[in-house]
């Protein structure tokens, strides 16, 4: 039962540090500011949400795994809000 | 001088509930650690009573649950969607502006919908001028502005707000 | 090389960069971030310190700990203090510099000081 | 052969490297914002260094908060600035200051390398400190701030106060009791002012739970204070709440509040304990935490204040 629990642990956080890797190829890639909000927004959250998910089944308790989570849903909001705030900045930047 | 809002018994309550259960998960359980909790939590509940006012929304649990649903697919698609076109042998990418007529008020609200549309695929809210929001897209050919209404559809469903 | 020489190093070559750029620099808010570099290399090269007097059985002497926090603050309180005399300069003088030879071809137009808007 | 070396080598790397640019960079908020990258990655080190404490307040004061001032800064100087920064230096000056860096920097880096070794240390001063007066208290460094170094502690609030004062006496005379220009642009983003409200409360509750570990765990009154500074600022970036006029009488008595109760107790430790800033061993944490409640009120004031700046426009209520 643990072995299926590190084995699901391992590809969870294994496909976050892929789709980080990617968000940030796009960081690299990506030719001007606003795509680039694009590529770390989505990429980075997804990331962030895999490795959460593979970080729950080694949590110490069920309140420890809420913590996680809740640390995710921070992320994303606060990450969310500010590729908003950038892009709006660029938009108006670009006139 | 704004008479101050009749006091919220209900939203207050739900708030403290909530908040108190967000002290828990990040103190932990701890006999004497409550009172500080609850102090906590009621000045927060006051900070976000006098920041955010008990709207007219009205929770609808099961389309809340397909919201979260269509939301946690959306953002993996999303990742997915950015992740092919940074990782193609050259950037797929089409990008521009597109202008999607919102019917959200403005408020909490609004900024919420938009908030979440900045984690669904290739869409990026860039702020609302003359009721239309100006989104920034990554692949202009996709329909972006209908999609943007249908998911606005899904919105105010889960929320009352029709 | 271990951590906290490793850091100490950091902190060294952080003072050497921010002393470069506080005399260089004639821009003051970037004197002011400068000096805030040359601040954090000093708490950093403190806080080896604190590292490497790990007796008494504790990971770390919180001597040295307890007075980079109070130096942070410290540091951020007069960084608070500069900006403010910073705009109230560029606001009496409209110059936004201290490179003294700017100063010296145009004096201030404004000796009085403004008062009020 | 673990990888932690490596990771630290290239933190080092980065650290260095972002202070480069900060010095480098073209333009004011290019730098700012490499200044707020550092800071976070500042605190990293800290991490790796066994000093959480000190990582958390770097993280919210010396990154993020000195990052907001900043940036406000530059955005008030932009809006009146007339004159171009001045010239570039010469070459001559150039080397001259580059020399003068490299010196400095390389005896420091000297310095660190021949430390003595076992090198000196307060530990056992402080730990017998913390078993005596500061009892009860799991987290070294809470007790070594309120109890053995307890004098500088209350001295260091005091400069906060003074730097207030100073700030709000550069403002102009007419506009004294006035309260300071708004933080944020006449109509904020809907994003920012969203992540405001949703921010503001729980952001409010972690500083308290950050406080309130600080007696047993990392974190305290300067951590816990931060954060909600900071949480006070970004509703007031959001344009969700102003800032006060400076010469509400609450403000006041929450700006003198930390050291003034901090005083009062030290004297009092002088008639019950034998000594100034001597708790009774029966009442040390809870006066220690009494204490520090009130420290957290005046930083969670303090720091938005400095932010804030000088009053601004007529006094005239």
New interface residues.
């Given amino acids: 039962m643990s072995a299926l629990f590190d084995l699901f642990s391992f590809a969870a956080i294994g496909a976050g540090v892929?789709?980080f890797f990617?968000?940030t190829?796009?960081l690299i890639?990506?030719?001007?500011s606003?795509?680039r909000?694009?590529?770390l927004?989505?990429?980075d959250?997804?990331?962030l949400?895999l490795i959460v998910l593979g970080l729950l089944p080694r949590a110490d308790s069920a309140?420890a795994a809420?913590?996680l989570v809740?640390i995710w849903a921070?992320v994303?909001?606060?990450g969310?809000?500010?590729?908003?705030?950038i892009?709006?900045a660029?938009?108006r930047g670009q006139k | 001088m704004i008479p101050p809002a009749p006091f919220d018994t209900k939203a207050a309550a739900a708030r403290l509930a909530f908040f108190f259960a967000l002290w828990l998960t990040i103190a932990g359980w701890t006999a004497k650690d409550v009172p500080v909790g609850l102090a906590a939590a009621a000045g927060a509940v006051w900070i976000s009573l006098k920041f955010l006012p008990p709207g007219d929304a009205r929770f609808r649990p099961v389309q809340l649950i397909a919201l979260a649903a269509r939301f946690l697919s959306a953002s993996l698609i999303a990742g997915f969607d950015v992740a092919r076109r940074a990782l193609a042998k050259r950037p797929d990418l089409d990008p521009g502006f597109v202008s999607c007529p919102i019917g959200l008020p403005s408020g909490a609200a609004r900024d919420a919908f938009l908030l979440l549309q900045s984690l669904q695929p290739g869409t990026l809210p860039t702020g609302v001028e003359g009721g239309s929001a100006l989104v920034h897209a990554l692949d202009v050919s996709q329909p972006v502005a209908a999609a943007f209404a249908a998911e606005e559809g899904h919105f105010r469903k889960a929320f009352g707000h029709e | 090389m271990t951590p906290p020489v490793l850091a100490g190093l950091a902190g060294a070559a952080l003072v050497g960069f921010g002393l470069y750029g506080l005399i260089l620099h004639p821009h003051p808010l970037r004197k002011l971030l400068a000096f805030n570099l040359i601040g954090s290399g000093v708490f950093l090269v403190f806080g080896i310190v604190a590292r490497r007097g790990a007796a008494a059985g504790l990971p770390f002497d919180p001597v040295p700990q307890a007075m980079v926090i109070t130096g942070i603050v410290v540091a951020f309180a007069a960084s608070a203090l500069a900006v403010a005399l910073i705009l109230r300069l560029a606001a009496v003088s409209g110059k936004v510099t201290l490179d003294p030879e700017a100063w010296a071809k145009t004096p201030s137009t404004r000796p009085d000081g403004g008062g009020g808007q | 052969m673990s990888v932690l070396p490596i990771l630290d080598v290239g933190l080092a790397f980065l650290v260095v490297g972002l202070a480069a640019w900060t010095v480098a960079a073209r333009n004011l908020f290019a730098s700012v914002v490499g200044y707020v990258a550092y800071g976070l990655l500042l605190a990293l080190v800290w991490i790796r260094l066994y000093a959480p404490d000190v990582a958390l307040t770097e993280a919210a004061v010396g990154g993020g908060v000195t990052g907001v001032l900043l940036i406000t800064a530059g955005k008030r100087l932009g809006a009146l600035e007339k004159d171009e920064a001045g010239a570039t230096p010469a070459l001559a000056l150039k080397i001259v200051a580059g020399a003068l860096a490299l010196f400095v920097a390389g005896a420091l880096a000297w310095v660190v390398v021949t430390l003595p070794d076992p090198a000196p240390t307060l530990a056992p001063a402080a730990a017998a400190a913390a078993d005596g007066p500061g009892a009860g208290l799991g987290n070294p460094i809470t007790a070594v701030l309120i109890s053995y170094r307890s004098f500088d502690t209350m001295l260091e609030k005091v400069v906060l106060i003074l730097a207030v004062i100073g700030v709000w006496s550069v403002g102009a005379d007419s506009a004294w009791g006035a309260a300071p220009a708004p933080l944020g642009r006449p109509q904020p983003a809907g994003a920012m002012v969203l992540l405001a409200q949703i921010l503001a409360p729980i952001g409010a509750l972690i500083g308290v739970h950050i406080f309130w570990v600080g007696a047993d765990a990392p974190g305290g009154a300067f951590q816990g204070g931060a954060l909600l500074a900071a949480m006070w600022m970004a509703a007031m970036m959001a344009r969700l709440t102003e800032p006060p006029r400076i010469d509400a009488r609450w403000l006041r008595l929450a700006l003198v509040a930390g050291p003034a109760v901090f005083l009062v107790i030290g004297f009092a430790g002088l008639g019950l304990a034998g000594d100034f800033f001597a708790f009774p061993p029966a009442f040390a944490k809870p006066l220690i935490l009494f204490i520090e409640t009130f420290m957290v009120l005046s930083i969670a004031v303090a720091l938005p204040l400095l932010v804030a700046g000088p009053p601004n426009g007529r006094s005239a209520r």
């Fill in positions: 892929f789709f990617a968000g190829v796009g890639r990506f030719p001007d606003l795509t909000l694009h590529a927004s989505k990429a959250n997804l990331g949400g309140l809420f913590k809740l921070l994303l909001a606060s969310a809000s500010t590729a908003q705030l892009g709006r660029l938009r």
